[in-house]
């Protein structure tokens, strides 16, 4: 049996770590925005956010909204081990967004048989126990992938990553 995780079936997330280093990421995301830090010197682009810049070392940095829009670098589908918070099988993705970032996150609205490698996908947002905060998630773009809440066919097993 193969489960399709949809929105409907998302739960409200535990509260993410906040710390001054990334509180303007949560806070956006909050928004609904996707943001990323931006170095003053060189304009890098990094995720997740850091004190400085791995090229150059710098410290100062901005904040830029990101588009939300990129493709699946790679996924994994996660079965255990098991937690009331979430819904399983949870979708691990790696998403190059269309800015160069690279972004961890979760994959929603999407039957697993028809996630691939490349898939378009666009950020969503969902809610943590905290009503001032989200976490952003992806889902595939429209037209992309079959959608819904029907179960079964074939799919990924446990451990299996694209």
Avoid: K
């Avoid at 739960?11 to 909050?30: I, S, Y």
């Avoid at 999407?110 to 009503?131: N, S």
């Avoid at 001032?132 to 097993?157: I, K, M, S």
């Amino acid at each position: 049996m193969v489960d399709t995780i949809t929105a409907m079936d998302a739960l409200t997330h535990p509260v993410p770590a906040v710390t001054e280093d990334n509180a303007f990421f949560w806070r956006a995301a909050g928004q609904g925005r996707l943001v990323a830090q931006r170095c003053a010197a060189c304009g890098l682009l990094r995720h997740p956010p850091a004190v400085g810049c791995p090229a150059c070392h710098c410290l100062d940095h901005d904040v830029v909204e990101l588009s939300g829009r990129g493709q699946v670098y790679s996924y994994a589908l996660l079965h255990h081990p098991r937690s009331p918070r979430f819904r399983y099988p949870v979708v691990a993705v790696l998403v190059d967004l269309e800015e160069g970032v690279r972004v961890v996150s979760n994959l929603v609205d999407v039957d697993p048989a028809d996630i691939r490698v490349g898939l378009p996908v666009e950020v969503a947002f969902e809610p943590t126990d905290d009503e001032e905060l989200a976490v952003p998630v992806f889902r595939p773009r429209t037209g992309t992938a079959r959608t819904g809440t029907a179960r079964g066919g074939a799919g990924a097993t446990d451990g299996d990553a694209r």
